[in-house]
């Protein structure tokens, strides 16, 4: 293709223009969001989730267990550096899957991020229909697991917003990553309307986004080069805009890639399919003629229809009984389709009414009817009052004067607000070009439905969702005058979603005068006559609006109006019969603005439905909208100026300031058994809990036979994990097969030899493992086995360490260094070892990776800092605590933090107790509460740390609680028991309690949550055999991590920065630190007193010593105690917990919707429990893993 004809397609893709019948929206994404049980990524920028896989993804030619989810548009194979690195630059040095890699945010709450792991038979067929498609000449493919990462209306990440979310331009694109036991594939979608933006500022200049995959750099022996790379995009915006239009698998805006292969890679494969079915021609627009020339299409001149349609004027007249208020309008062109319920009876058709309805029972059927306190046609019921909100999209077509090309609306997003108490509606339209956002200004009558459906309602009149609910199709037809330009606008109403909000498709079609940019409008008040009969509203009115030029000068303006409402009501009933044949709607306040700079479309308008006639003015705040009531109230009348508020359904309050009822707390058997209550603003909801569905009545949970997951229940046949898999395949049917590196039928598989000839290098054994093999070089050789070489430049530490030895004496046991000499110590790859030590003073010292050594890491002779693997100490990172909280016998005090030092002028004591014995203390970020153990009268009460009186949170069933942890994600608390032997989990407000481990403890004391990973950590300072365990939050997999050398192990904490495990033990006067996945048990310092408790932060820990009454500070990496504090009462000093002014990033399987579980959620490492409290009936459990 020549550069001509690639420049004429991404001018077709920028303009919108091209538009082919298969284009894909949202809707043909995979199913994403909290309906398809996704987890969410933590709002903000350059947020980073590690997922750990249920199977490996296979991409080049790596196996990957886990992936890094990012904010910014892409998945990474290992943990991404920082943004500055790879911002605007393809390939980076990690491994990338880049959907759209840009500089993105969440942090406004519109933009999210959804991911799942998902092995169900309709997604991974879906899956396969992709690859099968854009693959065709190759075999066809069945995934056996797929993992769905959506990023949904994410915006450029700016330092300085402009302070309206709602106008920043969104992408919204899905990636999807699909495997099977040999090979990957990656799915990428991008809808028509989901790439508004195709570059994301930086510094003071933007850069490009992009799309591809990157391999990311590959370790060689002398240095490391740039792997393998492809890119989707080119450093050119027009070829991200494409991305919306073209494809390479055969359906415009998906693409496919085969991105790793088993055993043998090469690079990515693209889809072979680019070239796109044949699209219809564009349609003629009444009296415009298409032209096709040389590939594009040309409008011929707008010919204007010189005819008005017939505006029919109504005159208001006092209301007589020869003169009824009835305004005809004859329009034989209308089509009503007459609706009448199903014959049959409310005992076959009650679900069918809203959860706020009765039904009742007629001769020739049934009807729904709203309850008291509830307003609609009984199919769809609201609360009277409450606030209401219309979302939908905006589609079609619009001629700008007379312009010879049209501008097109493909799902521009329309939100309306309408507060009902005064009448007042709110409507904003996005992404409005500049061409005829202007234009449309006049049009204040596009979200004017809205107001009538919710207009302030004067006695004895109803506004039109009263009437009619929210399903109807609505009608337009404007000609504007003196010009005759017409434009049709169409709406159809689909009634409520799950939340109560109506959803409406928009569609103009059509022409209006020009307008130019800078232009404001003023509409005056109008008044508009609605004429109602069965299953028809109609109405026609004029409008007058000024245009304020942008040169001073202004031009009066008018336009004819003309709607027909049709809809579907109950034949049965009386409800129409009460609706008065005409009603006229008033209409002031009106506001139309063209926001150019957000291109944005704002209405407003205050609406009220009432007598034809005018009638006498209402003076009631009630009918005027004057009356101050909170947004969740309704007003009612009294006499003469008088009124009341009252807080609608679902609140609580004097009606001026109305509080939400939570109806899931105040009557927690609301929803049934088998049922789970999701409290709402204002209402409720009920959903099944998972193996139940709704019956016939719509309201009764009823269980499922359904089918039998064999693998996920671990009933199925096929061999040990670490040799086959299990892959369900729908139904209660599997497939078993064997992992790569065995052969066999799955249920019986055998290791494979995979030392061929020709695997490892000539110079390299090839060594057979269970499932794999290695190679390693012979001696003499070095390398990867894969090459290797009998020769290797000296890297800086063994260039520095050689250079040394040159200077040393030759004494008869070889070279000798001089005395006093350091000399630096290599690991076996060459590099500088983390920790340095001097072999004549004893001195050590942490060095970074260029052998520098890092400033206060020095330690005295014989102690052994603890360094990074990566040769540095990191600077904390995350939230950092802001106080220290610990506890005083029968008080708890709290010391502030200025970086790392205590300020202990500032020290006070925040609750008194008296007469108690407080063990431990435990912080929740969430709520801000202070949670404590007292052994005097057993009990773990808790209090607000901003004040407030304590509360008892259990009070029952202990005998000597001491030591406390909070998941302040999973919102449960852990505690030990040192008399009973146990340890306990509870939520935080003391209910459902469960005990998780009760064997094999003796004085169990400290212990320590690690929410985001899912474990905990206990010690047991049983003086025969004393240790530290660990397990799951669920109580499984639970394990001895230290048995030896301990003696009174009584302080405990856990640093998540550097996944450190550090203890005191008041027996060896040692504190020592280890990584708990590592066992390299390293002592910190020698010589401490009584430990008691400890809490730490990066480098930093704090403890309590009994000794001297004191908080000590002491600095890990220097091994060395830095700061002491003793308060001003000098008693024992227990537990201590540090305070943050905002909790640490992270999420768990439990942070989102209680991970759907029933009850209890417990997170492990790569799920979460679901568990039932001690003694519960009617709860589901489901292990570890679901």
């Known amino acids: 293709m020549d550069w001509q004809k690639q420049g004429w397609l991404v001018c077709a893709s920028f303009l919108g223009f091209a538009a082919s019948v298969r284009s894909i929206t949202r809707d043909d994404f995979f199913p994403f969001g909290e309906s398809a049980r996704d987890q969410l990524l933590e709002p903000g920028n350059d947020q980073t989730h590690q997922l750990n896989l249920n199977k490996p993804v296979l991409f080049y030619d790596g196996n990957f267990n886990s992936i890094f989810i990012s904010t910014n548009g892409f998945v990474a194979t290992a943990e991404p550096t920082s943004e500055s690195t790879y911002l605007g630059k393809m390939p980076p040095t990690f491994g990338m899957i880049a959907a759209l890699q840009g500089d993105l945010d969440t942090s406004d709450g519109l933009g999210k991020v959804f991911f799942r792991q998902d092995s169900s038979p309709s997604v991974l067929r879906r899956a396969a229909e992709h690859i099968n498609r854009a693959f065709p000449e190759d075999d066809e493919v069945d995934p056996t697991h797929a993992v769905v990462i959506t990023w949904v209306d994410v915006a450029t990440h700016e330092p300085q917003s402009r302070g309206d979310g709602v106008a920043k331009k969104r992408n919204t694109f899905q990636l999807v990553i699909a495997s099977l036991e040999t090979a990957s594939y990656a799915i990428v979608f991008y809808a028509r309307d989901g790439i508004q933006f195709s570059s994301t500022p930086v510094g003071d200049s933007s850069v490009i986004m992009h799309a591809g995959f990157s391999k990311g750099l590959v370790r060689g022996f002398l240095f490391s080069s740039q792997g393998h790379y492809h890119r989707t995009t080119t450093n050119e915006e027009a070829s991200v805009r494409a991305l919306a239009e073209e494809t390479n698998s055969g359906l415009r805006g998906v693409w496919v890639y085969e991105i790793g292969t088993s055993p043998y890679f090469t690079n990515v494969a693209p889809g072979e399919v680019t070239e796109l079915p044949a699209e219809a021609p564009p349609q003629a627009v009444e009296t415009r003629q298409n032209v096709h020339t040389g590939g594009q299409v040309k409008?011929?001149?707008?010919?204007?229809?010189?005819?008005?349609?017939?505006?029919?004027?109504?005159?208001?007249?006092?209301?007589?009984?020869?003169?009824?208020?009835?305004?005809?309008?004859?329009?034989?062109?209308?089509?009503?389709?007459?609706?009448?319920?199903?014959?049959?009876?409310?005992?076959?058709?009650?679900?069918?009414?809203?959860?706020?309805?009765?039904?009742?029972?007629?001769?020739?059927?049934?009807?729904?009817?709203?309850?008291?306190?509830?307003?609609?046609?009984?199919?769809?019921?609201?609360?009277?009052?409450?606030?209401?909100?219309?979302?939908?999209?905006?589609?079609?077509?619009?001629?700008?004067?007379?312009?010879?090309?049209?501008?097109?609306?493909?799902?521009?997003?329309?939100?309306?607000?309408?507060?009902?108490?005064?009448?007042?509606?709110?409507?904003?339209?996005?992404?409005?070009?500049?061409?005829?956002?202007?234009?449309?200004?006049?049009?204040?009558?596009?979200?004017?439905?809205?107001?009538?459906?919710?207009?302030?309602?004067?006695?004895?009149?109803?506004?039109?969702?009263?009437?009619?609910?929210?399903?109807?199709?609505?009608?337009?037809?404007?000609?504007?005058?003196?010009?005759?330009?017409?434009?049709?606008?169409?709406?159809?109403?689909?009634?409520?979603?799950?939340?109560?909000?109506?959803?409406?498709?928009?569609?103009?079609?059509?022409?209006?005068?020009?307008?130019?940019?800078?232009?404001?409008?003023?509409?005056?008040?109008?008044?508009?006559?609605?004429?109602?009969?069965?299953?028809?509203?109609?109405?026609?009115?004029?409008?007058?609006?000024?245009?304020?030029?942008?040169?001073?000068?202004?031009?009066?303006?008018?336009?004819?109006?003309?709607?027909?409402?049709?809809?579907?009501?109950?034949?049965?009933?009386?409800?129409?019969?009460?609706?008065?044949?005409?009603?006229?709607?008033?209409?002031?306040?009106?506001?139309?603005?063209y926001d150019a700079n957000n291109e944005l479309m704002r209405f407003a308008m205050s609406n009220k439905i009432g007598d034809i006639s005018g009638g006498q003015p209402e003076d009631n705040p009630c009918f005027t909208g004057r009356h101050g009531c909170d947004t969740n109230a309704v007003c009612r009348p009294g006499q003469g100026t008088q009124f009341t508020c009252q807080c609608i359904a679902g609140f609580n309050g004097d009606g001026r300031t109305c509080y939400d009822i939570d109806e899931c707390s105040d009557e927690p058997q609301i929803c049934g058994p088998n049922a789970i209550c999701n409290n709402q603003p204002g209402t409720f909801r009920c959903e099944c809990e998972d193996g139940y569905q709704f019956g016939s009545d719509g309201r009764t949970c009823i269980e499922v036979d359904g089918p039998v997951d064999h693998c996920e229940q671990g009933t199925h046949t096929c061999d040990i994990p670490e040799r086959a898999q299990c892959s369900y395949t729908g139904g209660s049917s599997y497939i078993c097969s064997c992992l790569p590196g065995f052969t066999g039928d799955g249920r019986n598989c055998q290791d494979i030899d995979e030392c061929q000839p020709g695997r490892c290098h000539e110079y390299a054994l090839c060594i057979n493992t269970p499932g794999s093999f290695t190679c390693q070089c012979r001696q003499g050789y070095s390398g990867d086995g894969f090459y290797c070489s009998s020769e290797r430049t000296k890297t800086r530490c063994e260039v520095h360490r050689d250079s040394l030895l040159g200077v040393t004496e030759f004494g008869p046991r070889g070279p000798r260094p001089p005395v006093g000499q350091y000399i630096p110590t290599c690991d076996e790859n060459g590099e500088y070892e983390p920790v340095q030590c001097h072999d004549s003073t004893g001195n050590c010292w942490c060095v970074d990776r260029y052998g520098q050594e890092i400033d206060g890491t020095r330690s005295g002779p014989g102690r052994r800092p603890v360094c990074n693997d990566h040769g540095g100490v990191p600077p904390p990172v995350g939230p950092q605590p802001t106080h220290l909280l610990y506890a005083q016998s029968g008080r708890i005090e709290q010391v502030p933090l200025e970086g790392f030092n205590m300020k202990k002028d500032e020290a006070k004591a925040i609750f008194h107790l008296p007469e108690k014995v407080i063990i431990g203390v435990a912080y929740d970020c969430v709520e801000k509460m202070v949670y404590w153990t007292e052994i005097t009268s057993p009990s773990i009460s808790k209090a607000s740390i901003e004040g407030g009186e304590p509360i008892a949170v259990i009070r029952s069933d202990l005998d000597s609680p001491e030591g406390i942890a909070i998941d302040h994600l999973g919102r449960t608390m852990f505690w030990t028991d040192s008399v009973k032997d146990r340890i306990e989990v509870a939520s935080l407000d003391g209910s459902q309690r469960r005990v998780i481990i009760d064997s094999n403890l003796v004085n169990p004391r400290a212990i320590i949550a690690d929410p985001a990973n899912g474990n905990l950590y206990w010690a047991d300072w049983n003086r025969d055999a004393p240790k530290i365990e660990t397990s799951y939050m669920d109580g499984s997999n639970r394990r001895v991590l230290v048995k030896d050398d301990l003696g009174l192990p009584n302080g405990l904490t856990f640093d998540s920065q550097s996944s450190l495990l550090c203890w005191a033990d008041a027996g060896t006067h040692k504190m020592e630190c280890m990584h708990p996945g590592r066992g390299d048990r390293t002592t910190v310092l020698e010589g401490i007193q009584y430990p008691f408790g400890m809490t730490t932060f990066g480098q930093k820990i704090y403890y309590t010593d009994w000794k001297r009454d004191a908080v000590v500070k002491v600095d890990v990496s220097a091994g060395r105690e830095s700061e002491e504090f003793q308060p001003l009462k000098r008693t024992k000093i227990y537990g201590i917990a540090s305070v943050y002014s905002q909790c640490p990033s992270g999420r768990n399987y439990c942070s989102v919707s209680n991970g759907g579980c029933t009850h209890l959620c417990l997170a492990t490492p790569t799920g979460r429990s679901c568990k039932c409290p001690n003694n519960a009936v009617g709860c589901v459990e489901r292990d570890a893993g679901y």
């Open 299 to 593: 409008y011929s001149p707008y010919k204007p229809i010189v005819e008005q349609i017939e505006t029919l004027p109504i005159q208001y007249q006092p209301s007589q009984p020869e003169n009824p208020e009835v305004v005809v309008v004859d329009d034989t062109d209308i089509n009503v389709d007459v609706f009448s319920y199903n014959l049959g009876t409310c005992a076959s058709n009650r679900n069918k009414c809203s959860q706020f309805a009765d039904c009742r029972d007629y001769p020739n059927g049934y009807c729904c009817h709203c309850r008291p306190g509830f307003y609609g046609n009984g199919i769809q019921c609201v609360a009277e009052g409450k606030p209401q909100r219309m979302n939908g999209k905006l589609y079609g077509r619009v001629f700008v004067g007379h312009s010879p090309s049209p501008v097109e609306f493909a799902g521009n997003d329309l939100h309306s607000y309408v507060v009902v108490n005064d009448g007042r509606s709110y409507v904003a339209i996005s992404d409005i070009p500049k061409t005829v956002g202007p234009s449309l200004a006049p049009l204040a009558a596009i979200g004017g439905v809205i107001g009538w459906a919710f207009a302030l309602e004067q006695p004895g009149f109803k506004n039109g969702f009263s009437i009619i609910g929210g399903e109807f199709t609505r009608q337009a037809e404007v000609t504007f005058l003196p010009g005759n330009e017409k434009l049709t606008i169409r709406q159809e109403f689909k009634g409520t979603d799950e939340l109560d909000h109506l959803v409406v498709r928009t569609t103009l079609d059509g022409q209006v005068p020009e307008l130019p940019i800078g232009s404001t409008m003023q509409i005056d008040p109008y008044s508009e006559v609605y004429q109602y009969n069965s299953n028809l509203i109609t109405s026609s009115s004029t409008r007058n609006y000024i245009v304020n030029m942008p040169d001073g000068s202004t031009e009066s303006r008018t336009y004819q109006w003309r709607q027909t409402i049709t809809f579907q009501s109950c034949q049965y009933g009386d409800s129409l019969r009460d609706v008065k044949p005409s009603q006229m709607l008033n209409v002031d306040q009106v506001f139309a603005m």
